[in-house]
């Protein structure tokens, strides 16, 4: 495949970037790129390149609408910078009065002058690419982070399953940098020009520039200090755009937050200088815990981090000790709550008893059993995780304290359910027998409960709803070949009952239904045995698919 030459970088707000030509320095990733100050510039250079006799294309971000074709079969100058504007190349699968269909934008000669996408800039079929960084891709003054908001393509809002994405600066170009191989000879990069790293999709992985899970940062906030601070900074937003606190924020601190917090005003947290080394790890989208009182008292999603002490110290005063909480982070959701420690500690990897004492990162593998064990559900950017089968532990059995917590996240909600919760405490009170759970790649169970006759697996889901029975329905058949013991019975739990036919759905896979009633008793209706038979076998079987066919051959 023929692959660009170099790549021509260009920003919306030029004058937040460094400027002039860098290139790679590993003599075997030989890839060129420029950053220019504004879009003309990247234009001129391309149609210069194109008179030297070689092929050009300019690429962006979806940060603009995509319009229709007009009735003449024009198009629509949708990128709008000022007063630079350009159109997307054709969205159609025929040419139009001279324009190239999609399939032909980076190889047509009327290609150039429209702007490519990521769906039709894949092929690397030019030799020069223009690239223009959109408000979808921030610069924090610390490194880069993705911003859904601003992204206008609804593939991107509606998946969930996406790890937060960042690059941080490095003392030189790593190979991850570019995307593709470049023929031209390198040269040092310029004064005044910081390296980055800038792209997860690459096949030399490196530790930087690559996708993070989402990480759970514990930060105790329960002594008369915090008090305090938690009443100035927590209680209600901050005006940053209005002094004292304006001043001391530079202009890519300020130009972050608004990114990520429009109307101006945003909750703050910090920490002093001996955590200087967790804090730099924070990302956009990171879920903190703010602990004491042997509860988790407030769950909130990382906004802006970024260490500023003259900022800081209009905030709060100096720590005695340890100076200034020079380490903020904005919020970008922020809600109270009331989590018992007790519930943690039941999670692997946790230890009853901890009181949460000192600031904590935690690792990917705690992080996620946080997430999961206590159900915050980060719809729109969870990463993506997978436990190895032989990881299944067994663990205690969540308590609860509240229902509910909910609040809105960049593009989307994240839920702190305590509904679910306080289902599976009701039940387990009526149970009179021993209960547990444990993690299997699919997440972890709400109960595993194991008697001298039966190891069921039970799922508790906050609604009766369809949607509901069919993901209790898929946990529970992707939670049953991983049980500690063979499972011999899958439930889905409800705080109502389901209609007919979703208590059907769940029969016909071999799942016994369990609902609340109004009066607070719960009701079974068991799975016809020849069919949870059939499915324990087919679940317990090293192969299933031969199982299902001898079984359907008899």
């Known amino acids: 495949m023929r692959q660009a030459k170099a790549f021509v970088v260009s920003v919306m707000h030029p004058w937040k970037y460094a400027t002039g030509s860098f290139q790679l320095k590993q003599p075997h990733s030989l890839r ?4 220019v100050r504004n879009r003309r510039s990247t234009s001129d250079f391309l149609r210069a390149k194109q008179a030297d006799g070689y092929s050009a294309r300019i690429g962006a971000g979806f ?3 995509w ?7 024009t198009l629509v100058d949708d990128v709008q910078i000022g007063d630079w504007r350009r159109p997307w190349n054709s969205s159609t699968d025929r040419e139009t009065n001279g324009i190239p269909p999609s399939s032909l934008w980076a190889t047509h000669p009327a290609g150039f002058g429209r702007i490519g996408c990521i769906y039709t800039a894949q092929g690397f079929e030019y030799d020069y690419a223009g690239v223009i960084f959109g408000d ?40 991850e940098a570019c995307p593709a191989r470049s023929s031209i000879p390198p040269t040092p990069p310029p004064t005044g020009c910081s390296p980055i790293s800038a792209s997860p999709f690459c096949d030399e992985p490196t530790p930087q520039g690559t996708i993070s899970l989402t990480q759970v940062l514990i930060h105790p ?9 938690w009443k100035i900074t927590l209680n209600q937003p901050i005006d940053y755009h209005t002094d004292p606190y304006a001043t001391p924020l530079t202009l890519e601190e300020r130009t972050a937050l608004d990114a990520l917090h429009p109307d101006g005003k945003a909750r703050f947290w910090g920490a002093t200088g001996i955590h200087d080394a967790k804090m730099a790890k924070l990302r956009t989208g990171d879920i903190v815990l703010l602990t004491g009182k042997n509860h988790v008292r407030a769950v909130g999603e990382i906004g802006h981090s970024f260490r500023n002490a003259s900022f800081a110290d209009t905030l709060w005063s100096p720590h005695a000790k340890h100076g200034s909480w020079h380490n903020v982070y904005s919020l970008l959701n922020y809600e109270q709550t009331a989590i018992p420690y007790t519930e943690i500690w039941d999670l692997p990897g946790f230890t009853p008893g901890d009181n949460f004492m000192g600031l904590r990162l935690l690792d990917a593998e705690k992080s996620r059993n946080v997430l999961d064990g206590l159900g915050i559900e980060t719809l729109t950017e969870r990463a993506i995780t997978t436990l190895n089968d032989s990881g299944v ?8 304290n509240i229902l509910r917590t909910s609040f809105d996240r960049l593009g989307g909600t994240t839920l702190v359910n305590r509904v679910e919760a306080h289902l599976v405490q009701s039940y387990q009170a009526t149970l009179g027998v021993a209960v547990a759970r444990f993690r299997a790649p699919a997440g972890i169970t709400d109960l595993y409960i194991v008697t001298s006759d039966d190891t069921e697996i039970v799922e508790a889901k906050r609604s009766a709803d369809h949607a509901f ?13 991983h049980s500690p013991q063979p499972v011999t019975r899958l439930t889905g739990l409800f705080p109502a009952q389901p209609t007919d036919a979703d208590t ?45 066919k001898r079984d359907s051959d008899a």
């Open 67 to 73: 319009s229709d074709h007009l009735a003449d079969g």
């Open 504 to 548: 059907g759905l769940l029969h016909r896979y071999g799942i016994d239904c369990v609902y609340k009633t109004e009066s607070g008793a719960f009701v079974r209706i068991p799975a016809p045995a020849s069919q949870r038979e059939a499915m324990m076998k087919i679940i317990q079987s090293d192969d299933p698919i031969t199982t299902s």
């Open 136 to 175: 979808d891709l921030i610069w924090t003054g610390q490194d880069w982070q993705a911003n859904r908001r601003a992204n206008k393509d609804k593939e991107v809002h509606g998946a969930p399953r996406f790890g937060n994405w960042s690059a941080t600066p490095t003392g030189s170009w790593p190979p």
């Open 469 to 481: 029975v069919r993901q209790a329905l898929g946990q529970l058949l992707d939670y049953g070949p």
């Open 32 to 35: 060129s790129y420029t950053a």
């Open 63 to 65: 940060c603009w609408p």
């Open 221 to 229: 906030s329960g002594n008369a200090e915090a008090l305090r601070h």
């Open 393 to 400: 532990q067994v663990i205690g059995v969540e308590a609860v």
